[in-house]
């Protein structure tokens, strides 16, 4: 088994930066994969960003060019540096991994979640 445990979100105003982070404890030679979703109020959970444990790293359009997913193999934490911050950015953002060198739709894995409010 993999535990993942987020933390850095809060309460931010429009244009201002966060990172968020989460570290990786048990099992965690098996994990490939890492990165981030995230569910806004009364919206279905999207991806964001996902990275591999060798290289290779994908973003969602929405967040292209203003978060920047990275990752320390040796503390088995991934972060997430989110820059340029819009209220729509707002939302419970979720660690995920997976054994995949992938991240799919249904994660192996999640973190509770962290709460990013951005007010504009």
């Known amino acids: 088994q993999v535990q993942l445990v987020e933390s850095g979100g809060g309460l931010v105003q429009a244009g201002d930066s966060l990172r968020l982070s989460c570290a990786a404890s048990?099992?965690?030679?098996?994990?490939?994969?890492m990165g981030w979703f995230r569910q806004a109020p009364g919206k279905e959970r999207e991806f964001v960003a996902a990275?591999?444990?060798?290289?290779?790293?994908n973003y969602a359009d929405s967040v292209k060019g203003r978060f920047t997913i990275s990752r320390d193999n040796v503390k088995n934490t991934v972060y997430l540096q989110m820059n340029s911050l819009k209220s729509e950015d707002t939302a419970v953002y979720y660690c995920?991994?997976?054994?995949?060198?992938?991240?799919?739709?249904?994660?192996?894995?999640w973190g509770q979640g962290t709460q990013v409010t951005v007010s504009s």
């Open positions: 048990g099992r965690t030679f098996s994990i490939d994969a």
């Open positions: 990275i591999r444990r060798s290289v290779g790293t």
């Open positions: 995920a991994a997976d054994m995949l060198p992938v991240l799919t739709t249904r994660p192996r894995y």
